[in-house]
């Protein structure tokens, strides 16, 4: 009865989720005991994950928010009177549907069982919250954030949370990670030593953007907490040129810079590598890539102020970041000379990720984004720039990050025989629907990504739903780029009828770039110990509903 | 007997012939009645194909073949005494083991029936001479000039030409094709009128630098007959600025530039693409690409003459040729502006190919070529230069050679939505041994070539000899090329065991690139309507001897 009464509001609702085309950079939310994914704003003087629940109150009442934030302190005073208390671990026991499904938001606690069959944005994404708290899903997506949606949610309330539950963990000093910063619940962590994560599937593709707390995070060491007002960027200058130390401050001096930038990981869809043969490297499946707007300095700005210029002889600029391993080795990578001093590359010293300051897990104060490469070559915590005659010397470029045929193994390897990886092949993924789920006849909605190396752009997706027998053109969206500069991808999707008759499709999307480059039919023909370029067409089995 | 005499001569040969590093950019023959394939010498002052036979001999003795020449001039008044007479349509029914197998050297016939299974060079490549000429094939091998080899052959005369055969068709006026220049008998024609012809799979590899006779060739009209003194290149000015009307010694005085480059036909491999289903087009098999030295001036600094720079809206260089249809419309296509612009892309007008003036079938006296770029935009026979806000407007850029999904046909098709092709994806194949040959059990060798669009270089090359379940990396050949410059193609060979046992081989290859782009698996997935960008893995059927 209570849903049926809802109906209109969900429905509406529903309506607000398909305006997906704009981007929603900034994350707000209304009532939250935790802080890790308020916005941030761009200044220099902060510590990135720090901020006053005076700050947001404000910010909630600029945005007009102040009619939710007052109505849900009410909340919490009505509830006062005799409401059930629970530990946030008996909250987290009920995540499934057998179980029940508890949510928290502030201090109450809801079970949203009933619920999530017609949450407006799909089962799938409230589940992503099921055994936790709500705000950080809320952040994502603005549209949470009206009174009816508070309404709607206050009729399942069964109690509150428990406040001496609510205590911090010691710091263990002996552990190198107990500093990393707090992370999206949402991300599917891969590792958490170092810490290695990618958005979900249906998180993946819901924004051309990708919001900052579920951008991939791909660590290779302990994340360094920099300050802002003490951090500087070495840069060794060209012979007869003095080498630049830069604080924060003379960064801001050059010309500032902004571009949409996709970063993959070389390593994104490894785990269907996996499938064919063991490989070494960590299990990421299709959400290894994510997209940003990324502002800076240029780096050829840089390099040109340190008097370096284009030498006739190959060269690379190597970068260091401040992250280190207990020997004091740090990570390191580098790139050609020559994409470097091109400005038409666009090579960013990035300082803001999606309009806020580099979240700490992606570099922060500065990070090297250089469009079009893989995300090795786009060293977080960057403490020092060189120009060499060689590559970078580092474990990640000379003995890591390359590909190699399918008959090489550990005991044949020689990592000399292969150039390190810079720009990445032609790639595309299917989000939507995801392997072994059920969707109804009638029609189905096929949704992913697309994206090239090199600047070279995305020109069309192949879809088809039996198996690679017939094809279908999918719809492209996404910001139109300009021509050798295609550095982010597009998001795409085909909405097509289901064959009638059929019980299972086997779902299948393969992309064409500008250069008419297209990806191999299957894994194992370009299988590499250490499952780098993992892009086959990607396969997604579905069952349709009798 | 004769033959076992004969062993180390053939051996030696054998020797020599494996010598292929060094491209041989000079075509000489030792007497010839055909005087097409000479060597021509780069000069202004003279249309390609006509050369005195006295020229030729100069050349000849000055290459020390002065004994060779004298020798042969001996043979021919030596067999005047008595020899048996014979038609050149006689000499041409005799091309098989089943005939016999005759050819001609000057003025005798020759039966090679038992020498062609001994021929060091292989029994395939003497086939190409079978029942005509053999200069032609002599040209594009040096080795063959020296006396020793002609002693050989004398064993084999069995009677002289009828030199009342001898006699020039005479020319069909009403023909336009009339006048098309004479071409390599090697090569295997795919149409007569325009001409396209291909050279086989024995020659394609057997040089890094293919030799102009036998380079492919792709006219679209008939071949424009033009006078180097009076030709004129236009090329329209940029606003505020004067046309140019260059002269080919005006094209002389800018900066001369040379660079080898492959040129692929984009239809090149097409007769894969028939097999899935029927595609409108050439029936191309693996030869419709070569590779050349070219020389010319830089169109940027052509371009720069007539006032053009970088502008900020995307603009396009528009190449119109001399080649015209009945109803006068000329052969064009376009490359974008920035391409065009960049010192770094060495966009050539040139007017050398590989040491000698064009020749005719490839664009005397000037054509485009456009490093990485698909063949169809390199225009031969330039007459017009010109910088447009669009593409060229021509069918051969709006309405041909452009890739679609396989389910587009001619009912649905629209040539608006697909970029034009303008780089190449990465390619590669199979030049020995054939599909359906017979090979010695023990080793097998494996050659072949690859390449990529964009000066994107070959890394790697994979070669499989059961059919893709295991893998062994090929030899890479070869000159190297300067970072993303790697304008010409990557010769390469495998050798290896053939597997025990086995009764037939599936071999095939595929090759990576150094953005780590793969060649796909399979045909059908990438087939479209115009057979277009055909770059699967290239497969071959090989029986094994028992």
């Not at 109906?7 to 950079?25: D, H, I, K, T, Y």
């Not at 500032?256 to 960590?282: D, F, P």
């Not at 097509?496 to 064409?512: D, H, R, T, Y």
């Amino acid at each position: 009865m209570l849903l049926l009464l809802h109906r209109p509001v969900v429905l509406g609702l529903r309506q607000a989720f398909r305006l997906r085309s704009s981007p929603s950079r900034l994350c707000v939310q209304t009532c939250s005991t935790n802080n890790s994914f308020q916005p941030q704003h761009p200044s220099p003087n902060f510590s990135g994950d720090n901020y006053s629940r005076r700050g947001w109150k404000v910010m909630g009442t600029l945005l007009g928010l102040g009619s939710v934030l007052a109505y849900h302190d009410h909340r919490c005073r009505a509830s006062q009177e005799s409401p059930r208390m629970y530990t946030k671990e008996e909250v987290s026991s009920h995540s499934s549907p057998e179980t029940g499904i508890w949510v928290t938001l502030g201090c109450e606690v809801f079970d949203v069982t009933e619920f999530v069959n017609i949450h407006p944005g799909g089962p799938s994404k409230l589940m992503l919250a099921a055994g936790g708290p709500l705000e950080p899903f809320w952040a994502l997506y603005a549209v949470h954030n009206q009174p009816h949606v508070c309404e709607l949610l206050a009729e399942y309330k069964i109690g509150e949370l428990n406040p001496e539950d609510n205590v911090s963990p010691t710091l263990d000093i002996s552990d190198p990670y107990a500093n990393d910063p707090k992370r999206h619940p949402a991300l599917r962590v891969n590792s958490q030593r170092p810490f290695n994560a990618e958005p979900p599937p249906e998180l993946l593709t819901e924004n051309y953007v990708t919001p900052n707390p579920i951008f991939f995070t791909r660590n290779h060491l302990p994340v360094p907490d920099l300050d802002p007002d003490t951090y500087r960027l070495h840069v060794v200058g060209a012979p007869g040129h003095q080498s630049l130390c830069l604080s924060l401050d003379d960064l801001y001096k050059f010309s500032k810079h902004e571009i949409t930038v996709t970063l993959q990981c070389a390593g994104n869809r490894r785990s269907e590598m996996t499938q064919i043969k063991e490989v070494k490297g960590l299990e990421w499946r299709i959400g290894a890539i994510s997209t940003a707007c990324w502002a800076g300095a240029r780096l050829c700005d840089v390099l040109a102020q340190a008097g370096h210029q284009l030498s006739d002889t190959e060269a690379h600029v190597c970068f260091e970041g401040l992250d280190c391993d207990p020997t004091g080795t740090a990570y390191g990578a580098s790139i050609p000379l020559a994409r470097a001093l091109n400005p038409e590359a666009e090579v960013l010293l990035a300082y803001e990720m999606n309009g806020q300051p580099l979240p700490r897990d992606h570099g922060f104060p500065v990070r090297v984004v250089v469009p079009g490469v893989v995300g090795a070559r786009h060293v977080k915590w960057l403490g020092r720039i060189s120009v060499e005659a060689e590559e970078s010397h580092s474990h990640w470029q000379r003995r890591d990050y390359k590909g190699f045929s399918p008959s090489v193994d550990w005991d044949t390897v020689d990592f000399d025989s292969a150039p390190s990886i810079q720009e990445l092949p032609v790639q595309s993924a299917i989000t939507e629907p995801q392997d072994g789920e059920t969707i109804e006849s009638g029609e189905v909605t096929v949704k992913g990504y697309a994206w090239s190396g090199g600047g070279r752009a995305v020109i069309r997706v192949d879809v088809s739903l039996d198996g690679g027998l017939t094809w279908q053109v999918a719809e492209l969206d996404g910001e139109e780029q300009s021509p050798r500069k295609a550095w982010a991808w597009r998001l795409w999707q085909l909405q097509a009828p289901v064959p009638s008759g059929k019980k299972e499709l086997n779902i299948i999307c393969k992309a064409v770039d500008d250069s008419y480059n297209v990806q191999p039919d299957t894994v194992a023909p370009i299988w590499n110990l250490r499952g780098v370029l993992s892009n086959a067409w990607h396969r997604v089995h579905v069952h349709v509903a009798p």
